[in-house]
C-alpha cells in the first residue's frame, strides 16, 4: 500500500546524470558536468533522503558510495535503489549473477543494503522467469536488498508484476503525458501490498527543451502540438509547463515515491517549492482529461 508520506519524503532524485551528463534532452547549461560529492552534499542539505542510481549510469555509483563514505556515521542512512542488469531466461546460473551484480552495487555504493533492488530488465521472460525469482529470493535471504521493483513499460508486464505478488515496488511512467498506467493499475490498487513509483514526470526533459524535438522523435508534430495544449493551460493558471507537470505528478495519490532527474541545483530548488502545493481539483481534473488519452510517443521506445 502507498505511503501518505510528505512531498519532499516522496522526492527520489534519480541520478543518470550524475554518471551520464548527455541523458535525455538538455540545455547546455544543465547538461554540464557538475562535482559530484558537493552536489550530493547540497542535495541531502535540501532535505532529499532517496537516491536512485544503476550500474547503466556510468560512475553514479561510486560517486554516490564516496559520498556516503565521507558522511558522519551519525548521519540518518539515505535511502537508494539500484538495478540489475544483463540477465538472460531460463539460465540455472541467474541466481548466483544477480547476487554478485548486487555485491558489486553495495561495494560501489559502500552500504550493506539495499532498500529496492529493481530489475532494469521488463520483458516478461525475464520478470517471469523461475531462476529470477529464484535469485530474489537468495538476495532478500541473505539481506542484500530489502525490496525487489520492476520497472515496466507494458500494461502486460503490470498485470502480471501485480498479480504474481512476489515484486514490492513497480516502477511506471506517471505524468501529464500518459496516465495510463495510473488509471489502470495504480488507483485499483490502492490498498494494495505493493508499491507503485512514477518515473518519467518530464519525459526526458522535454517541457523544457524542445530544440531537437523534431530530430530525435519521430511524432514531432503530435508531441509538439500536445506541448502547445499543455503551454496554454499553464499559462492560463499563471505558471510555467515544466511547474504544472511537476505539481500535478505529486498532487496524484497513492504513489510511495517518484523519481525526478537533475543536476541543475536551481531546478531542485524549484521543484522542492512546487511539489508543497497542490493544485487545484478543477485544475487537476482538466490536466487528467488530455493526459488520460493513450498516446504512442509517451513511451520514449517509440521515438
Not at 525487489?148 to 512476489?166: D, F, K, W
Not at 523544457?208 to 496554454?232: F, G, K, M, P, T
Request: proline share 6%; with cysteine; hydrophobic share 45%.
Amino acid at each position: 500500500m502507498a505511503s501518505e508520506a510528505a512531498p519532499l519524503g516522496r522526492f527520489c532524485l534519480g541520478t543518470v546524470k550524475l554518471g551520464v551528463p548527455d541523458y535525455g534532452f538538455s540545455s547546455p547549461s544543465s547538461s554540464a558536468p557538475q562535482p559530484p560529492i558537493p552536489f550530493l552534499a547540497q542535495v541531502e542539505r535540501m532535505g532529499i533522503q532517496r537516491l536512485d542510481t544503476s550500474p547503466r549510469y556510468g560512475n553514479s555509483e561510486q560517486h554516490i558510495g564516496t559520498y556516503l563514505a565521507q558522511r558522519s556515521p551519525q548521519a540518518c542512512p539515505l535511502w537508494l535503489s539500484s538495478k540489475i542488469d544483463q540477465l538472460t531466461p531460463e539460465n540455472r546460473n541467474t541466481p548466483a549473477a544477480m547476487v554478485a551484480s548486487v555485491q558489486r552495487s553495495l561495494q560501489r555504493l559502500q552500504v550493506p543494503q539495499l532498500d529496492v533492488c529493481y530489475l532494469h530488465q521488463n520483458e516478461m521472460a525475464i520478470i517471469a522467469d523461475a531462476a529470477v525469482h529464484a535469485g530474489i529470493a537468495l538476495l532478500k535471504e541473505q539481506r542484500l536488498i530489502r525490496q525487489i521493483g520492476v520497472s515496466l513499460y507494458s500494461h502486460e508486464e503490470c498485470h502480471y508484476a501485480v498479480a504474481c505478488g512476489l515484486y514490492d515496488v513497480i516502477q511506471v511512467p506517471i505524468s501529464l503525458f500518459d496516465l495510463g498506467f495510473y488509471n489502470r493499475f495504480v488507483l485499483p490498487n490502492a490498498h494494495h501490498p505493493v508499491h507503485f513509483a512514477a518515473r518519467s514526470l518530464l519525459l526526458q526533459g522535454i517541457l523544457a527543451n524542445r530544440q531537437e524535438i523534431r530530430q530525435r522523435i519521430r511524432q514531432s508534430e503530435e508531441v509538439l502540438h500536445y506541448l502547445q495544449q499543455i503551454d496554454q493551460l499553464a499559462a492560463q493558471w499563471q505558471m510555467s509547463s515544466t511547474e504544472m507537470a511537476i505539481r500535478f505528478a505529486f498532487s496524484l495519490p497513492h504513489i510511495d515515491h517518484l523519481l525526478v532527474g537533475s543536476l541543475s541545483l536551481a531546478n531542485i530548488g524549484a521543484m522542492l517549492e512546487w511539489i508543497e502545493q497542490p493544485l487545484a481539483e478543477e485544475q487537476m481534473a482538466a490536466i487528467s482529461q488530455l493526459a488520460a488519452v493513450a498516446k504512442g510517443w509517451s513511451n520514449p521506445r517509440n521515438w
